[in-house]
């Protein structure tokens, strides 16, 4: 079974329970079941969420070993960790970011993504439904 890494960052674990105007109602669960609806066959998800920078890195490191793509919603730290961006840039297979929320149309510090330097492609915007979409084309890709 091919894993692919969905990866949440900081705060992302209270999905569904504030601020639903801009992140909506579906909890990280919702988003799990979602992703693993999207999955082709012979693929599995794995999803993580921490609050923890280093926790992040250390599942990215890992994942060199065990997933053969990574979706991730970094939260806060899109705009901030160089450290992230270093980590994923050890990775080989596709990355994709996913923003649940339109960040170019927030405030500015939003629109600055250090990932984005290394993701393949960039979702912002369909809510949850990004994670779905992220998940299907790395199936395509490695599939
Ligand atoms: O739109 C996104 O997915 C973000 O990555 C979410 C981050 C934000 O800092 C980014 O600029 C855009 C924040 C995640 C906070 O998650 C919450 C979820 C529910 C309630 C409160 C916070």
Same mark, same amino acid.
């Given at each position: 079974m091919k894993s692919v890494l969905l990866l949440n960052g900081p705060n992302l674990n209270l999905l569904g329970q504030r601020e639903p105007e801009i992140y909506g109602h579906e909890t990280l669960a919702d988003v799990e079941a979602l992703a693993r609806a999207a999955c082709a066959d012979g693929f599995d998800v794995v999803q993580k969420q921490s609050n923890w920078e280093g926790q992040l890195i250390d599942w990215i490191h890992e994942a060199r070993e065990n997933a053969v793509g990574i979706v991730i919603n970094? &939260? #806060? /730290?899109? =705009?901030? %960790?160089v450290a992230v961006l270093d980590a994923l840039n050890t990775f080989a297979g596709p990355v994709i970011e996913v923003h649940i %929320?339109? *960040? =170019?149309?927030?405030? #500015?510090?939003? =629109? *600055? %993504?250090?990932v984005s330097k290394r993701a393949d492609a960039v979702i912002a915007g /369909? &809510? *949850?439904?990004g994670y779905a979409a992220a998940v299907a084309r790395i199936c395509k890709l490695v599939g």
């Open positions: 970094p &939260g #806060a /730290l899109t =705009h901030t %960790s %929320s339109q *960040v =170019h149309k927030r405030e #500015a510090f939003r =629109h *600055v %993504s250090y /369909l &809510g *949850v439904d």
